[in-house]
């Protein structure tokens, strides 16, 4: 399934409320954005009236963080029954989820878990993507997470490398894909393999969307574990990592994610222009896969 | 649900302080103290947005350790972190700490009230001429529903709204004058609404607080009436009708 509906995108931004009047006024070419649709999943109210005021003037992707799709148990039924409302409210450009775990039983955990790459676990991480698609009547795009232990410790191993286990989803369940090249130059950093080998194994066809973020060192342990912090501009061999990529691939729609430290619309403004002159180079240098 | 699986017992060594000897080898891992410090890191933050007067009221430092306390004890039920904490009002009750701050409490349930108003549907608020179109006969069996952002409680022998729009920063004191340096020790009521998709709030009687509790029990308007009367002896029906209507707090009637 190739990523069309979102060959109008260009470089995006995450949505912070404190930006709102600025991003709906905002005409720059190619700008969309995104948020985590659990902050709207909500009756009524401010929230959900902001957010369609930004998507009556600019396409929106939903990025979920609680689906908990390596989990052991199914979706929430609840949760996903709402996220359907609102994707047909919103009728999001893409909507996206991470490989990772975020809930056991009842009790969610506010973070992007790991788990041992096994067949099991692909089965099971299909069998979720596959509801949700169903339940969303769309296909989603999965995140590579970022990885802070080693591939083997103790009794702990993967059975599947990840481009692997990500080519199998794709194949498995028909998902889209999200490249997040920051989460590859922290997971590169931590584990010790070479990033750009990574991206050049990623699997390019399925790419509907690529994150690109900043890091920062681990307080405790130092500059040894590189953390996901998304509180500092993207760093240059992330950027490096988004041009081989595109290079290789044609221009995708790009995400610049921000959470720490948050500077000012313009701010963030200039520094996606980064991205959006990656993307318009390549733009001309290699002809779009896909015309619609 | 099964609580022998692998994923169960990482994620019991993420909740406890420090991992039982038959815990996961990979939570020995230096680097697993990142997930445990960004789950926990997440409740506590989660209750700092949702908790805001509370967490000024008490600083950071005790708030972040009730938080602590409280994220253990009570994990998030949901995936939407907004609606967290919905016990941290009665978890803060029952702390032996707070036994010396007998509004803080009564503040934090304000601080849910102001979420949960945020949060509600949205519906058209009635306005006067839905309630003076009515015949005369009509209006004693009226039902008049709250509006779904509306939040109210009486706060018995503590001055809790003033406290509590005192920690807020995003107090409109031309909403609610009271100079927090005139604290007096006496009940008080709240009334949170909604108009113009933001939420504001009054000072509310006792007797419009009964009134209230009475409409969202399903009384007709004059059981109603009645029931706010009974509380608040000498209350004027006509100016509780017309503050109730001003500030959005009620429902279009059927």
């Known amino acids: ?138 296909p989603i795009a999965i995140e590579n997470p970022s990885h802070y232990l080693p591939d083997a410790f103790g009794d702990w191993h993967h059975s599947w490398d990840e481009v692997d286990f990500l080519a199998e989803l794709v ?21 010790g393999f070479s990033a750009n080998a990574y991206i050049d194994r990623f699997p390019g066809h399925a790419v509907a969307e690529i994150h690109v973020a900043g890091h920062s060192s681990d307080p405790l342990l130092g500059a040894g574990l590189l953390i996901d912090s998304h509180d500092a501009p993207v760093a240059p061999a992330v950027w490096a990592l988004l041009n081989r990529f595109v290079a290789r691939h044609g221009p995708r729609p790009v995400l610049l994610e921000r959470d720490g430290n948050v500077p000012a619309f313009d701010t963030l403004r200039q520094e996606s222009s980064t991205a959006a002159d990656i993307l318009a180079h390549h733009a001309v240098a290699l002809p779009l896969e896909v015309t619609p | 649900m099964s609580v022998n699986t692998p994923l169960h ?4 060594a993420i909740w406890s302080e420090a991992p039982a000897d038959e815990a996961p080898a990979i939570t020995r891992h230096p680097a697993f103290a990142v997930y445990r410090n960004t789950v926990l890191k997440g409740c506590v933050d989660a209750l700092q947005a949702n908790y805001p007067a509370v967490a000024r009221l008490v600083g950071d430092d005790w ?35 707070t036994h010396q701050l007998p509004y803080l409490a009564p503040v934090a349930r304000l601080d ?45 022998g503590i001055p809790a709204r003033t406290l509590w729009c005192s920690n807020r920063s995003d107090a409109h004191p031309e909403a609610d004058p009271q100079p927090p ?33 009475a409409c969202a029990q399903g009384a007709p308007l ?32 059927n």
């Not at chain 1, 930004?54 to 052991?72: F, M, T």
């Not at chain 1, 490989?99 to 009842?106: D, E, I, N, Q």
């Not at chain 1, 194949?171 to 584990?191: E, F, I, K, P, W």
């Not at chain 2, 009974?230 to 009620?250: K, N, R, S, T, V």
């Open chain 1, 1 to 138: 399934m190739a990523p069309t509906a979102a060959l109008h995108l260009g470089a995006g931004l995450a949505l912070k409320p404190q930006h709102f009047n600025e991003a709906r006024d905002c005409r720059d070419s190619g700008l969309w954005f995104e948020v985590h649709p659990e902050n709207y999943l909500v009756d009524g109210g401010p929230r959900l009236h902001w957010l369609e005021v930004i998507r009556a003037h600019h396409p929106v992707a939903l990025h979920g963080v609680s689906l908990s799709l390596a989990g052991e148990d199914p979706p929430d039924a609840a949760h996903l029954q709402r996220l359907a409302a609102l994707v047909r409210r919103l009728q999001p450009a893409l909507v996206s989820e991470h490989l990772a775990w975020s809930r056991t039983g009842s009790h969610y955990l506010p973070d992007l878990l790991p788990f041992q790459r096994s067949t099991a676990a692909l089965q099971r991480v299909a069998r979720h993507v596959a509801q949700v698609q169903d339940r969303l009547q769309r």
């Open chain 1, 171 to 191: 194949q498995r369940t028909g998902c889209q894909l999200l490249l997040d090249v920051n989460n590859v130059q922290v997971s590169a950093h931590n584990l």
């Open chain 2, 9 to 12: 017992a990482l994620a019991q």
């Open chain 2, 63 to 97: 708030f972040q350790s009730a938080a602590t306390l409280y994220a253990r004890a009570h994990p998030p039920v949901d995936g939407r972190l907004v609606l967290y904490g919905a016990d941290f009002a009665d978890f803060l009750a029952r702390m032996e700490a």
């Open chain 2, 112 to 156: 849910r009230m102001w979420t949960l108003s945020h949060v509600a549907a949205d519906a058209p608020p009635a306005l006067p001429q839905h309630i003076t179109s009515l015949p005369a006969e009509a209006l004693a069996t009226l039902k008049l529903a709250p509006h779904p952002a509306a939040q109210w409680a009486w706060f018995d």
């Open chain 2, 181 to 213: 340096g005139d604290l007096v020790w006496r009940g008080e009521g709240a009334l949170l609404t909604r108009p113009a998709l933001q939420v504001q709030w009054a000072p509310a009687s006792l007797g419009s607080i009964c009134f209230l509790d």
């Open chain 2, 222 to 253: 004059l059981d109603a009436a009645q029931a706010a009367s009974e509380a608040e002896p000498g209350l004027d029906l006509a100016q509780l009708m017309a503050q109730l209507l001003d500030a959005g707090a009620l429902q279009v009637p």
